[in-house]
């Protein structure tokens, strides 16, 4: 009776630190202390599934790992943990816990030398997404209760960890969705193209926390991208444009027309500039194309200093900001293309009305007033729409006199 009720009390305990409003980390250590408690064990660590790798990772842990927490990893199925998760299962190894053959030690986790290990599947409706592990220095025999218990937690932990990354899937889509609003606020307030990339990529820096975020375009004559606008916290990354783009991998990009993820630049020998990214920092690359009706007009490159495998919804969120980068590079284009034209219309008219006067004056041919206008172009190395005014304005004066 007495033992029922000091359960009854710890599942009270357990559920209201769950449901507590604290830090998700300030609830992982008080659930690990709670785990240690229950097996009266010398350690726990808890790791979590890295879909995006398909590794497990070590996130949290009683003793202090500041150093492994996030770079311990195992494939699934690599060693007991991974063995744990890939099969869903519960491994109680009472003592000589790493002669077993599954065991794959770590020499920076003091946690692999103890006698005793117990390891058990974080689980959240059916689904696996991490492992906990409880180690005994000493030997230890763990009962049914004790690990019935474990896997108590591990489903409280997994709901717990579930319910936070539902929570920032939600804030990181509220985000972007806020980005996607402002970049097309921007396009349609702003005529300035320079100011609507600039926009683009301080925005794209800031929801991605990326320590570069540049948008280049390509120059088809010179066969090179150059930087339009570029947010940087990286200050020799400007020095090193423009990108020549024979052989690089935008080059590639560019030609497949379709997102580059690179979790590691340092591993890959089309990287332009390998000695920015080590003095840098460097690490990953998403790098998407701007494309407009079919024509790849530049990219958008994204540096992180961490080694990320950015996921879908990264890469389609950045697709979405691209195409409306397109969009605004396209229509700029195209006014500049509109007002040229209507420059050089208007510079016929004065060209054809300066022609008209010194004909009249000079008693010139058509062809005549011309050739001395091109001449005298030439000479005074003005143009030619210069010099139309310069002549028209001149009969305006001798008219008034």
């Not at 009683?62 to 150093?67: E, I, N, S, Y």
């Not at 946690?111 to 290990?117: I, R, S």
Request: aromatic content about 4%; hydrophobic content about 45%.
């Amino acid at each position: 009776m007495e033992t029922s009720s000091t359960q009854l009390a710890l599942l009270h305990h357990i559920s209201n630190v769950v449901s507590s409003a604290q830090d998700i980390e300030v609830i992982f250590s008080e659930l690990v202390m709670l785990t240690m408690n229950v097996t009266h064990s010398d350690a726990c660590l808890v790791y979590l599934i890295d879909h995006a790798t398909n590794e497990i990772v070590l996130r949290a842990s009683q003793l202090p790992h500041d150093a492994e927490i996030g770079n311990v990893r195992m494939k699934m199925g690599e060693g007991i943990t991974g063995w744990v998760a890939a099969y869903n299962s519960v491994v109680a190894l009472p003592r000589n816990a790493s002669a077993d053959s599954r065991f794959k030690p770590f020499s920076s986790l003091q946690e692999d030398t103890y006698e005793a290990f117990l390891s058990v599947p974080l689980v959240d409706a059916g689904e696996i997404i991490g492992v906990i592990n409880v180690h005994h220095n000493e030997r230890h025999q763990h009962s049914a209760d004790e690990v019935a218990m474990v896997t108590f937690i591990g489903e409280q932990m997994g709901g717990l960890i579930a319910r936070a990354k539902l929570a920032e899937h939600y804030q990181t889509a509220l985000r972007r969705m806020e980005t996607l609003g402002a970049v097309a606020q921007a396009i349609s307030a702003e005529n300035y193209l320079e100011r609507i990339l600039r926009t683009i990529t301080e925005m794209l820096a800031e929801t991605l926390d990326s320590a570069i975020c540049s948008i280049l375009l390509a120059d088809d004559e010179k066969k090179e991208l150059i930087v339009s606008a570029v947010r940087c916290s990286a200050p020799d990354y400007i020095h090193y444009m423009p990108i020549p783009m024979k052989g690089s991998l935008i080059e590639y990009m560019i030609r497949q027309d379709h997102p580059i993820v690179i979790p590691n630049i340092h591993n890959e020998t089309q990287h332009v500039y390998p000695e920015l990214a080590r003095k840098s920092g460097l690490m990953s690359l998403l790098a998407v194309p701007l494309t407009s009706q079919g024509k790849v007009l530049g990219a958008i490159n994204i540096y992180t200093r961490d080694e990320r495998s950015f996921s879908q919804d990264d890469v389609g969120f950045v697709k979405v900001v691209a195409g409306q980068a397109a969009i605004a590079v396209r229509n700029a284009r195209l006014a500049s293309q509109t007002l040229e034209m209507k420059r050089t219309l208007e510079a016929r008219k004065l060209i054809e009305r300066a022609r008209g006067v010194l004909q009249y004056k000079h008693k010139l041919t058509a062809e005549e007033a011309y050739l001395r206008l091109r001449n005298e172009s030439r000479r005074l190395s003005r143009s030619m729409r210069d010099l139309a005014e310069a002549v028209i304005l001149a009969d305006d004066l001798d008219e008034g006199r």
